[in-house]
């Protein structure tokens, strides 16, 4: 199988050594991509000394991602170092370094807080997806991976209603596109995990987890390896569709054990 050996992608969001972003980057790296990772503090240095990787098969870059400039910047760059993209994963969103976005009922979110979360999880990566959108189809080869959530698109969280507009807004996002450019040969998809441990975890969520039918928190690799496929050669007539990665959480009415433990 082709896999993505030899290909160029980009994954956004990868700063955190414990979270999706950085683990599907790496799994990339492994199966022979070269890997531009990027995120909004310098840290991403540190993330692309771990892959381990030389000159031409890696590269890194800070970036702001909802300012339409700083992602020309970041693309630009990206292909100067390892050539035409041919994969982008969106998976930048939720949490950012630095900013608290508070738990709140929908009728007290203000409008700056409004903006913020479908800024960092939508409009992020809207302009991410339109900045590679011609070369892509120039080249008539693209796989772009959006990492949306089963909140939103499946279910909701009370207090959670801009986050889940966003990630549906993925959803819906990725769905039209599909149509626009599958004759391109170019493949939108979603991936949407539920409840995964990663860095920035609460124990709350972690214990969540634990009451899926599998019985535990997901690993940023287990979201990473469906991922990886989705922006492989071989996913080449998978288009506009949703992945849940969520251990059977979100196809079980009870959510605790019948036995109440």
Same mark, same amino acid.
């Given at each position: 199988m082709a896999g993505v050996a030899g290909k160029v992608a980009l994954v956004t969001g990868a700063g955190s050594a414990g979270g999706i972003g950085f683990a599907t980057a790496r799994l990339l790296r492994a199966a022979g991509? !070269?890997?531009?990772?990027?995120?909004?503090?310098?840290?991403?240095?540190?993330?692309? !000394?771990?892959l381990g990787s030389g000159e031409g098969e890696s590269f890194a870059r800070p970036a702001d991602l909802t300012d339409t400039a700083a992602v020309a910047g970041l693309l630009e760059a990206g292909e100067t170092a390892?050539?035409?993209?041919?994969?982008?994963?969106?998976?930048?969103? @939720?949490? &950012?370094? +630095?900013?608290?976005?508070?738990?709140?009922?929908?009728?007290? /979110?203000?409008?700056? #807080?409004?903006?913020?979360?479908?800024?960092?999880? #939508?409009?992020?990566?809207f302009l991410m997806t339109r900045a590679v959108l011609p070369g892509m189809t120039a080249r008539r080869y693209g796989r772009i991976v959006q990492m949306s959530s089963v909140t939103g698109p499946l279910v909701g969280i009370s207090g959670s209603g801009v986050y889940a507009a966003a990630k549906?807004?993925?959803? +819906? @996002?990725?769905?039209?596109?599909?149509?626009?450019?599958?004759?391109?040969?170019? @493949? /939108?998809?979603?991936?949407?995990?539920?409840?995964?441990?990663?860095?920035?975890?609460?124990?709350?969520?972690?214990?969540?987890?634990?009451?899926?039918?599998? +019985?535990?928190?997901?690993?940023?690799?287990?979201?990473?390896?469906?991922?990886?496929?989705?922006?492989?050669?071989?996913?080449?007539?998978?288009?506009? &569709?949703?992945? /849940?990665?969520?251990?059977?959480?979100?196809? &079980?009415?009870? !959510?605790?054990?019948?036995?109440?433990s």
């Open positions: 991509a !070269k890997v531009a990772i990027t995120s909004t503090t310098d840290r991403i240095h540190d993330r692309r !000394k771990e390892l050539g035409p993209l041919d994969i982008l994963v969106n998976n930048a969103g @939720m949490v &950012q370094v +630095g900013r608290e976005t508070p738990s709140l009922p929908l009728s007290e /979110v203000p409008d700056e #807080l409004w903006r913020y979360g479908l800024d960092i999880n #939508l409009t992020s990566a549906a807004g993925l959803l +819906g @996002m990725t769905r039209g596109l599909a149509i626009e450019v599958g004759r391109h040969n170019v @493949m /939108v998809n979603c991936v949407a995990p539920g409840w995964i441990e990663t860095a920035s975890s609460s124990e709350a969520e972690i214990v969540a987890g634990r009451h899926t039918p599998v +019985g535990r928190a997901g690993t940023p690799e287990e979201v990473g390896h469906l991922a990886v496929f989705l922006a492989s050669e071989e996913a080449s007539y998978i288009t506009g &569709q949703l992945f /849940v990665v969520d251990g059977g959480n979100t196809i &079980q009415e009870y !959510k605790v054990a019948l036995d109440g």
